[in-house]
């Protein structure tokens, strides 16, 4: 059981090791989420071990990042992580997202984002607004793409630097 955790877990940095190291990566996106097949040579098992571990992790992560901001503040808590993501077995997601992804369009929406659209979905939000959500997440993470192609590293640095030293001091 050990070895195919370890096995797992290799596969899963192999992944994210692949990335292009050229391209600003903020997210796992649909690319991603379709190459999972390419890289695990099309084995059905594989690909779902694969696909439930990232969806798992992201959902885990998404209740940890609810847990610490509720204990802060239970408004903000419930404003900010209010979409529904558990509404599907992790199975039926991952028949979701792969119909979801299968629109090349759709390629580049993040798969956090892609969960929320799964489950409103499957919940039967109306259309309309379901295409607003779509239309709202492509144009925000064109925005986080834009301001990472003409990002200034050397500033960012800077003052990263200046931010430590201050707290040195």
């Known amino acids: 059981m050990k070895k195919k955790y370890l096995w797992l877990f290799s596969v899963l940095i192999f992944l994210c090791g692949g990335l292009n190291a050229q391209q600003n990566r903020l ?3 649909g690319r991603d989420w379709n190459r ?6 099309h ?8 696909k439930s571990a990232y969806l798992k992790g992201a959902l885990d992560g998404k209740l940890y ?15 900010v992580f209010g979409e529904s993501t558990d ?48 239309t709202a997440t492509r ?3 064109n925005t986080l793409h834009l301001g990472l192609d003409t990002l200034n590293y050397s500033r960012l640095l800077e003052e990263k630097y200046l931010k430590y030293n201050r707290k040195e001091n």
């Open 27 to 29: 997210f796992w996106d």
């Open 87 to 134: 509404y599907l077995t992790t199975r039926e997601l991952i028949k979701n997202l792969d119909y979801f992804y299968e629109n090349s369009i759709n390629g580049y929406i993040p798969v956090p984002a892609a969960i929320v659209i799964a489950n409103l979905t499957a919940t039967r939000v109306p259309p309309e607004i379901l295409d607003q959500y779509i």
């Open 139 to 141: 144009n925000w993470i």
């Open 65 to 79: 990042g609810y847990l610490k901001t509720w204990s802060a503040n239970s408004a903000l808590a419930d404003s």
């Open 36 to 41: 999972v097949a390419r890289k695990v040579e």
């Open 43 to 50: 084995h059905p098992e594989t690909i779902y071990q694969v």
